[in-house]
């Protein structure tokens, strides 16, 4: 039996970004219901370090970073060219700084900080070395009582139990504050456990949601519009053989394991044209002893080489175009670059220590699993690895000889803003354990480039891993779903990877996917409060 539970102004379905978009509907005075799947709110978003890309936005001006809209216009512009539309780019560009502007009005927002981190394509016009990342600031588990329980853990926390203390930080930091924010307003309803698993549309407009809720159908209704913020379809393992250029099962992704493009399905139902389906925030994922991928940030020494012993890339540069380099690879070179292994030396492993706390030695597990392999020689090393030792060698000679000129005239490691940003330390907020690695001595005329040439040689294994899927129901500016025909379906909107991404096939700096999320759900909420199919706003 399925039962009508409520009528709501807005339905958000997905607690993820999509939760600010909640708490701005619901602190305009809109009734807002957001349906999650799981027992727990955020999403990937709570696994992140919940960066957000945010031209002109207050904090830079704070922080005193120079820069403005129309320069980020130009560097937008210029690196997503026809893969997204233009109007996209620029709603998401002037979206960004005015919703930051509107929740720090509100205290559990404030302050957003700026963090350093260079744009990722430094030499293109527009880009800012300084970067346009601001952060949300922690916030602790007294400050947010027994909310604190309904926040997903972060991802060291529920696959290895690294408990984080007291402190909520980056993703899962925004997503407690925006839950409290939100159910504070009094116009917030949230049910967790509860899954969409259609629309109700009704004289061709979408006029709610058929759900599970606790194993029981139920019906929402909207009378404003459906926000379908419901993440990618990194886990669903039919939609990417069907749609991946390289056939991904999910089981590498780094998004969340309820990710399984339900939203996206739903919107192809009712009529929802789609663009950008074999793309995904690629990223390196580096094998684990538990043998899933865990996204790989940075890397500071050694080489990556696919199956021919070869490097390909380099290696240095920002997580989505070392993704994306093994992804093309893959798919254009016939030599297979899944795995590529990642081989390093005994004075790489002194210096960083390897796959957990840098000040610790290798734990033993690494070696166990085989997830790191050590071995005397490189033709040992090759032979573990089933790697032409003559290949390998030859690539590690060529490397060597760069590294003592300084200068890696193949792939220009180690000379961008962001490449240097690793000299000195490595590592982001969400992964504690990676973040007080000492500096690079000076020891080589370029410390990203140190030789290898100190036994014993280690070898880990790279895989293409993502952090979300970024192909999805197509919008326009509004965050309405578009048909094929470019008309908008009343009443449906999308963000964040639901929607196909306003970013198209690059990823311009760090951000970018929860940006979208938090700018396009919050574009859907000025829609649906301009359309004014909503009740009387209740403060
Ligand atoms: C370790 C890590 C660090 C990262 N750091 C950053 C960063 O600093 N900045 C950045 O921009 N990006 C970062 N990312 C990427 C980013 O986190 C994701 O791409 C982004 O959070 C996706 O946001 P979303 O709102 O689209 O989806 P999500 O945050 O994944 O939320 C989707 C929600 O929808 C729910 N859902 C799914 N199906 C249904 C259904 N049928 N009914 C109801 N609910 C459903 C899911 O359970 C989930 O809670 C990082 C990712 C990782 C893994």
């Known amino acids: 039996m399925t039962t009508d539970v409520d009528t709501f102004d807005v339905i958000v379905v997905g607690s993820g970004g999509g939760l600010v978009g909640a708490y701005v509907a619901a602190s305009r005075g809109l009734r807002t219901l957001v349906i999650e799947k799981t027992d727990r709110v955020g999403g990937t978003t709570a696994y992140s370090g919940a960066g957000l890309w945010f031209p002109g936005s207050a904090p830079l001006k704070r922080a005193g970073v120079e820069d403005d809209i129309e320069n980020a216009r130009t560097y937008l512009r210029g690196l997503v060219g026809d893969s997204s539309r233009e109007a996209l780019q620029d709603a998401y560009l002037h979206a960004g700084a005015q919703l930051i502007d509107e929740l720090e009005q509100n205290s559990w927002f404030q302050e957003f900080v700026y963090g350093p981190v260079p744009d990722y394509y430094p030499s293109a016009d527009g880009a800012s070395p300084a970067g346009r990342s601001i952060f949300p600031p922690p916030v602790s588990v007294a400050d947010l009582g027994d909310k604190a329980d309904l926040v997903r853990k972060s991802l060291p926390d529920e696959r290895w139990g690294h408990d984080e203390g007291p402190v909520l930080s980056g993703g899962r930091a925004l997503i407690g504050r925006a839950l409290v924010a939100f159910l504070e307003t009094g116009n917030g ?11 109700v549309v009704e004289d061709g407009k979408v006029v709610g949601v058929n759900a599970v809720s ?10 404003g519009g459906v926000i379908l913020a419901a993440g990618g379809f990194e886990h669903n393992r039919e939609l990417r053989e069907k749609y991946g250029k390289v056939p991904l099962t999910g089981e590498w992704s780094n998004g969340v394991s309820s990710n399984t493009g339900d ?14 389906l074999d793309e995904a925030w690629f990223v390196p994922g580096l094998v684990q ?9 940075g890397t500071r020494g050694g080489i990556w080489v696919n199956s021919a012993g070869e490097r390909f890339l380099n290696e240095t540069q920002p997580y989505d175009q070392t993704g994306h380099a093994i992804h093309n690879a893959e ?3 016939g030599v297979s670059h899944l795995p590529t292994r990642w081989i390093l030396d005994q004075k790489q492993i002194d210096r960083d220590s390897f796959g957990g706390d840098p000040s610790e030695p290798v734990r033993p597990d690494w070696f166990e699993s085989g997830a790191l392999q050590k071995a005397d020689s490189l033709q040992e090393l090759a032979e573990l690895l089933g790697l032409p030792f003559e290949n390998l060698q030859k690539t590690v000679d060529e ?6 000129a300084g200068v890696d005239e193949k792939f220009h490691r180690g000379e961008t803003p962001w490449d240097q940003m690793f000299t000195h330390m490595v590592g982001f907020a969400w992964l504690p354990s990676q973040n007080y690695l000492a500096p690079i001595p000076q020891d080589f005329p370029n410390p990203l480039l140190a030789p ?7 070898a880990a294994t790279i895989v293409l891993s993502d952090i979300g ?43 970018t996917p929860i940006g979208s999320s938090l700018a396009f759900s919050y574009l859907a909420v000025l829609d649906i409060e301009s359309a004014g199919d909503v009740a009387e706003p209740r403060n």
């Open 399 to 404: 490397f060597n000889d760069a590294a003592r």
């Open 452 to 458: 290898i040439d100190t036994p014993p040689y280690y």
């Open 214 to 223: 606790h194993g029981e159908k139920v019906t929402f209704r909207a009378t």
């Open 469 to 511: 899927t970024k192909g999805g129901l197509k919008t326009d500016e509004r965050a309405r779903v578009l048909r094929p025909d470019g008309e908008p379906i009343a009443g449906l909107y999308a963000a964040g990877n639901t929607m196909a991404a306003m970013s198209g096939r690059v990823y311009p700096g760090a951000g």
């Open 189 to 199: 309803v949230l049910r967790t456990e509860t899954a969409l698993e259609s629309l």
């Open 289 to 297: 002893p538990d043998g899933l991928a865990l996204f790989h940030t």
């Open 331 to 333: 798919v254009t070179t």
């Open 263 to 276: 939203a996206l399905e739903a919107g192809i139902i009712v009529g929802a044209d789609t663009d950008l």
